[in-house]
């Protein structure tokens, strides 16, 4: 389950018996403006009620829930620790090198890690990732969950959730043909905030967030048109708008975008030893606007494409297909986070 600032979207996944991936339930809830702002639950209450709501309504009776934490909520770091030691000595280890990275007494987070492989330069050492939170942020998210009746079971980083849609995507794609081990940008469109991640090889090499979003567009079919901000969203959706959208409204926010997106990649080559990404993927509800992925392509010189988290999976009896084809771009995160179940 996925909570951003506009919706909260649900996935279940399975497997059948030939072990293939199945698509067995999704559905999304949009969510009032202020409800959720830079990840932080502004109205709890609310933000409950529409999980109650999204969970009647996708039909799942699965009670374990897996969630994420918003990249702005989270500290991360990698670090070098000695090779060959147990999960409580690493832990231990963790815990003393957190407090040079974590600006709050150990007390006041939740604190994890995770071991990536050997160190790049040293064959008795390890590379391990650490994340920390705010305690509160974690039990907001948890209390939500149970609200609805879920228990949550795991709280992961939205970035990592989506690094695994792009790495399963990825390993199926006949493109790009070279280099072996492609360079993916992942281009997040969301409400508020628009997010560039570089991955490769299973990594989240970068992560950038900018605050220009969908929002923007939302506001600007508004008065244009005149619509409520919920018709506004629907028909954003639905791809149900006037015939002058193109022009009007398309057009501006587009001009609007393209300099994000040209500034994120610049930041990336000027803080990394890369100069060529090998494609673009765009993914969040504003994704599949007419033409984008073309616009994308044409003034980045980067082959782009919309990305469907589902792709490659069997589509089971409990989802309604065609409101999913409207929404399936919103539900990078939350298809992500159902991975985690099979993926290793």
């Known amino acids: 389950m996925d909570i951003s600032s506009a919706s909260v979207k649900l996935v279940e996944l399975g497997r059948n018996k030939d072990g293939e991936l199945v698509l067995e339930r999704c559905a999304l809830e949009v969510l009032e403006p202020g409800w959720v702002v830079g990840g932080n639950i502004e109205k709890f209450d609310e933000v409950a ?19 994420a934490l918003a990249p702005s909520l989270v500290i991360t770091k990698k670090i070098i620790l000695p090779a060959g030691r147990t999960d409580e000595e690493l832990e231990v280890l963790v815990e003393a090198e957190g407090n040079q990275y974590i600006p709050f007494a150990l007390e006041e987070v939740n604190l994890d890690f995770c071991v990536l492989g050997p160190a790049p330069k040293a064959a008795d050492e390890v590379e391990v990732l650490i994340a920390a939170s705010r305690r509160e942020r974690v039990q907001d998210i948890q209390g939500l969950a149970e609200a609805a009746g879920l228990k949550p079971v795991v709280i992961d980083l939205s970035s990592l959730a989506i690094g695994r849609v792009v790495t399963r995507l990825a390993r199926a794609w006949e493109e790009p043909v070279a280099p072996a081990k492609p360079l993916i940008a992942l281009l997040k469109l969301g409400a508020q905030t628009t997010s560039m991640l570089i991955i490769q090889n299973e990594e989240v090499l970068y992560e ?12 600007a079919l508004m008065s ?40 994120s990649i610049q930041f990336f080559f000027a803080s990394s030893p890369f100069n060529k990404i090998d494609l673009m993927l765009l993914a969040g509800g504003t994704a599949a606007l007419p033409r984008l992925s073309q616009v994308v392509a044409e003034q980045t010189s980067i082959p782009c494409r919309v990305v469907n988290p589902f792709e490659g999976m069997l589509i089971g009896d409990g989802v309604r297909q065609g409101r999913m084809a ?19």
């Open 326 to 344: 409207n929404e399936v771009n919103s539900y990078m995160t939350a298809c992500g986070l159902a991975l985690r179940r099979f993926l290793p």
């Open 49 to 67: 009620a529409a999980i109650q709501r999204l969970v009647k309504k996708s039909g799942t009776q699965a009670k374990n829930v897996a969630m």
């Open 208 to 219: 950038r967030d900018q605050a220009f979003g969908g929002a923007q567009l939302t506001q």
């Open 224 to 263: 244009q048109y005149g619509y409520t901000y919920m018709e506004a969203e629907q028909k954003k959706r639905s791809g149900d708008l006037p015939q002058d959208f193109g022009v009007n409204v398309l057009r501006p926010f587009i001009d609007n975008l393209m300099p994000e997106i040209g500034r």
